[in-house]
């Protein structure tokens, strides 16, 4: 849902911000407090900051400048923020405010279809042969499977290479090795 907003905000002049909970938890939270310059913020995987209090100290005031009409907030847990681990009560209460949709997971089919768009977008010609290859040799998690996608991309692009078998296992096997 992040991506299609994304990709209608693109094409409709709407500045829409997106972050990945998970990687701002290595960062400063008070090095992320300006928002002035977006309409739309997009925050994917926003569970990962709970349990961190400065991250989940920004984010409630994140949702109540929101709720002041500062701009608009989209995110998405893997959880319901009821049942969210969280060391601010009110964090957890602020995400329940609003409108909240549970998407169903996404099976193999759904998941080789989206890898195929958002591979299209990046310029990647993914293969039938290479989506079957990441779907059996790593984990069937779909954010799991955009990193890879994103990894490959970088790859693909610094070697001037397609994407094929080979080049997957190559970026899996470095990405072990670090």
Not at 30 to 45: G, K, T, Y
Not at 57 to 76: D, K, M, T
Not at 111 to 123: D, S, T, V
Request: a negative charge; hydrophobic letters at 40%.
């Amino acid at each position: 849902m992040l991506n299609a907003s994304a990709d209608f905000a693109r094409h409709n002049g709407v500045l829409l911000q997106l972050y990945d909970g998970a990687q701002l938890c290595h960062c400063d939270p008070a090095e992320f407090e300006d928002f002035s310059h977006c309409d739309v913020l997009a925050i994917d995987n926003l569970d990962a900051v709970a349990g961190h209090p400065g991250w989940e100290a920004c984010f409630y005031q994140v949702i109540n400048r929101c709720r002041a009409g500062e701009f608009r907030l989209l995110f998405s847990l893997a959880e319901k923020p009821a049942t969210l681990a969280t060391r601010l009560d009110d964090f957890r209460s602020r995400l329940q405010w609003g409108l909240l949709l549970q998407l169903p997971r996404n099976g193999d089919p759904e998941i080789r279809n989206i890898l195929r768009r958002r591979a299209r977008l990046l310029g990647i010609d993914l293969s039938d042969d290479v989506i079957s290859y990441l779907l059996t040799h790593h984990a069937r998690d779909l954010s799991e499977q955009i990193g890879i996608l994103q990894r490959l991309d970088g790859i693909s692009l610094s070697e001037q290479r397609r994407v094929t078998i080979p080049l997957v296992k190559q970026a899996l096997l470095d990405r072990t090795d670090h």
